[in-house]
């Protein structure tokens, strides 16, 4: 099955397949649907020669094309074999998000570096029953994770961040209810609120969402979500996420004089991702918050830049989007997200004064441009 969304001059097409997103002229779109429909490839053939007036041949190589693009949308993915559960733990920590308990037994010091300092502000030392149970373990290879003693996934060592991401999503699952098939994805970006409307930030690491949140938080902006940022399929909402925000070193002097507590935070070095951090707690205490999404933001700290901020191409927006996103593997779910998206107003903020980007997100979220 694909699906097919025309928006500005050009098509969306997704490929139930494989989960996979192309943008192409509305022509390719048009064929790539009746060749996946099963549609006679000579009527295919004679249809663009009648319609669009161009040689038979060039018609036919046209089609051929377009038949070798939705072949390699077709790729089998392999499986790992599990790793067998280690008999002891070296750490057991427990996480208290609203009324909802997790406890997680990690192998070793290298789990916990993978997951606990981003919930560190979450930890309770507390006798009280979890509700559901983690285990996180690994060789030099392979790295595995179960939840209540059923294996979710394993990974190959190399492409932690995909465990990281299903951690991530179960968490999700579990303090809002909803199982993966009720999201429409997750997004590699910054989610603030003015207790009304979520506004997303998004663009490349090190390009300032984070240190941007940092500093709407403390203009009385609510932080959702800093680098996991969950939409609900039902109502295309913006959900919380319970993470802390992920302060880079060469943002600290910066936030020191607004959060001091930074000063004596623990620093954390990964080396995999050639970046140190410090970890700021979110000022959201409200973990089943969520709300309608405003607009998505392309924000770029630039040092002595003047503001500026323009409206984008929702195609360009897709462009940038979707590569670092988790989007459902679900027809109506890709459906949703498609006609969601394509409504979103998307800009593109630069700036270097924090004082004026606080302006004109508060403008942004009261209509005010």
Excluded at 27 to 43: G, H, R, S
Excluded at 220 to 234: G, K, R
Excluded at 240 to 261: D, R
Excluded at 301 to 327: C, G, M, N, R
Aim: glycine content about 2%; hydrophobic content about 35%; proline content about 4%.
């Amino acid at each position: 099955m694909i699906i097919n969304k025309k928006i500005d001059d050009k098509s969306i097409v997704w490929f139930q397949d494989n989960n996979e997103y192309i943008i192409v002229e509305p022509l390719v779109a048009e064929i790539l649907t009746l060749l996946k429909n099963k549609v006679d490839k000579t009527q295919i053939i004679t249809n663009l020669f009648n319609s669009i007036n161009i040689p038979l041949k060039q018609a036919d190589n046209l089609v051929l094309d377009i038949e070798t693009l939705l072949k390699t949308t077709t790729k089998e993915l392999s499986e790992i074999e599990p790793l067998k559960p280690p008999t002891s733990f070296k750490y057991q920590k427990k996480y208290q998000i609203n009324d909802v308990i997790i406890e997680v037994d990690y192998q070793s010091d290298f789990e916990v570096s993978l997951v606990h300092p981003k919930f560190a502000h979450l930890e309770i030392n507390s006798e009280q029953e979890a509700k559901y149970y983690y285990k996180v373990y690994s060789n030099k290879d392979f790295i595995s994770f179960s939840v209540n003693d059923e294996i979710i996934n394993t990974w190959n060592i190399n492409e932690v961040h995909y465990f990281q991401g299903k951690f991530s999503m179960k968490i999700v699952e579990h303090i809002h209810q909803k199982n993966e098939s009720k999201w429409l994805g997750v997004f590699h970006a910054s989610a603030i609120s003015n207790n009304k409307e979520s506004m997303l930030f998004l663009g490349d690491s090190g390009n300032g969402k984070s240190t941007s949140l940092a500093l709407l938080q403390a203009n009385d902006f609510t932080c959702l979500a800093d680098d996991f940022v969950p939409i609900d399929a039902e109502k295309q909402e913006v959900y919380s996420f319970p993470s802390a925000i992920s302060i880079k070193k060469n943002s600290l002097e910066t936030l020191f004089p607004i959060y001091p507590e930074l000063k004596t935070s623990a620093e954390y070095h990964f080396k995999r991702l050639n970046k140190i951090v410090r970890y700021l707690p979110p000022n959201n205490s409200n973990y089943t918050a969520h709300l309608p999404c405003k607009a998505l933001v392309f924000i770029k700290y630039e040092k002595d830049s003047d503001l500026k901020l323009k409206e984008i191409s929702t195609i360009t927006a897709f462009e940038q989007l979707v590569p670092d996103s988790w989007l459902s593997p679900i027809s109506e779910n890709a459906e949703a997200f498609l006609n969601w998206f394509s409504k979103l107003p998307c800009y593109q903020l630069t700036y270097s004064n924090n004082d004026k980007m606080v302006k004109t997100v508060s403008k942004i979220f009261n209509n005010d441009l």
